[in-house]
């Protein structure tokens, strides 16, 4: 099992860049090739495509003077830019990497009734409130650690965002999560620690013996 949010925001813009790198070596800026810099940044667009700045982690604004396709008018994109220095303020492009911006992945609460293992499985059953809407839901593997048994320890979290779907009513939610997600070749000395967060001031743990 996987340790991410378990949902995926797309990139607002998709870069793309088709340019010739060229290497910079120190006998290159020896013979004068002008030095490559690689830095986090972000590209700001204005009224036209045409007209691009490069906002760096570093605090600097530079003009872009290279044609980037992909690019839509008023409107920003995180990156990964390989610039280097031409006249004072501007910059040519030389390689460009899209960024994600990940949203928050705090838990919203929810109403813990029971967990239990059966079946090779270890299941919920959860109180959603709700007013009809979807919500997104997952499990999010926080660590392992040795245990005084010999075995592991698999500390799981369970993720669920409410979104803007007002608390109304609440409804009986069920999930199951798989032992084989955490580990196939798993003994009686391995356990399983599961936290889930709602809404009293302390989330609710349950402890798992797993089972091969």
């Known amino acids: 099992m996987r340790s991410y949010c378990p949902f995926f925001i797309p990139l607002s813009i998709v870069l793309a860049l088709s340019l010739t790198m060229s290497s910079c070596s120190s006998s290159d800026e020896e013979e004068g090739f002008p030095a490559l810099i690689t830095e986090m940044g972000l590209l700001r667009v204005g009224a036209t495509t045409a007209d691009v700045t490069l906002l760096t982690d570093g605090g600097y604004a530079y003009r872009v003077s290279t044609e980037i396709e992909g690019l839509k008018p008023n409107a920003s994109a995180r990156c990964l830019c390989g610039y280097v220095l031409q006249e004072e303020g501007t910059v040519e492009v030389r390689t460009l990497a899209g960024v994600g911006i990940l949203p928050d992945c705090t838990a919203s609460p929810v109403g813990a009734v029971s967990a239990w293992m059966g079946g090779g499985f270890v299941n919920l059953h ?13 499990f999010l593997l926080d660590g392992q650690q040795p245990n005084t048994a010999g075995g592991t320890t698999y500390e799981v979290s369970l993720f669920h965002r409410q979104g803007d779907d007002p608390a109304a009513y609440s409804t009986d939610i069920y999930f199951s999560l798989a032992q084989d997600s955490l580990s196939e070749t798993r003994t009686t000395e391995d356990s399983l620690l599961l936290t889930v967060h709602t809404f009293e001031a302390q989330p609710h743990r349950w402890r798992f013996g797993l089972t091969p």
């Open 126 to 138: 959860l109180l959603k409130k709700t007013q009809g809407a979807d919500h997104q839901w997952g």
